[in-house]
């Protein structure tokens, strides 16, 4: 050797190569879209009508179609970057019959996107915190009280946003 250190390859939070995180998590999401997808196309229009529509949120499966609608395989991919939404748009995706040509191309680099912020990112974060505060409890305790303090503010946002909506609506009548 001449002195210099090779790099090492970087690994994933499994403890493994990060391409076969990666590829690992790739999977995971394709499998997911895939059979959301199905279950959409199988249930057609009556989508919102069925438990599963009830399930998803008839607002949420509504602003879904009308993105799919308007925006289509873009919507699609960039879904995967959004909590919450993705599996609406997939399946509005195939409950509107959306070309499978189309929708298979975005959905592959929706999933492509996905693995790699998860894998890199995501997880990444979730096993830091779980090191970080594993050796220690006030560490345990700041995260939790800040993972409390987060999840409040998401529930204030989210109860902000219904009560404008139906203020709007009542106006609106």
Excluded: C
Excluded at 70 to 89: E, I, K, N
Aim: hydrophobic share 50%; glycine share 12%.
């Amino acid at each position: 050797m001449d002195g210099v250190t090779p790099l090492a390859a970087p690994q994933s939070p499994f403890g493994l190569p990060l391409w076969i995180g990666i590829a690992v998590m790739f999977g995971i999401v394709v499998v997911r879209a895939q059979a959301t997808y199905w279950i959409g196309r199988a249930a057609g229009t009556g989508i919102a009508r069925s438990r599963w529509g009830e399930r998803i949120g008839h607002d949420r499966l509504a602003r879904a179609e009308n993105v799919v609608g308007r925006y289509g395989p873009v919507a699609v991919t960039l879904s995967f970057l959004t909590v919450g939404v993705q599996t609406a748009v997939n399946a509005v995706a195939g409950g509107t019959r959306m070309p499978f040509g189309r929708y298979l191309v975005a959905m592959l680099v929706g999933s492509a996107l996905w693995a790699v912020i998860w894998t890199v990112g995501g997880l990444g974060v979730v096993w830091g915190a779980l090191r970080l505060t594993s050796g220690s409890p006030w560490a345990t305790a700041m995260t939790l009280a800040a993972v409390v303090v987060a999840a409040a503010a998401v529930v204030a946002v989210v109860r902000r946003r219904r009560t404008r909506q139906a203020s709007d609506e009542k106006e609106t009548r």
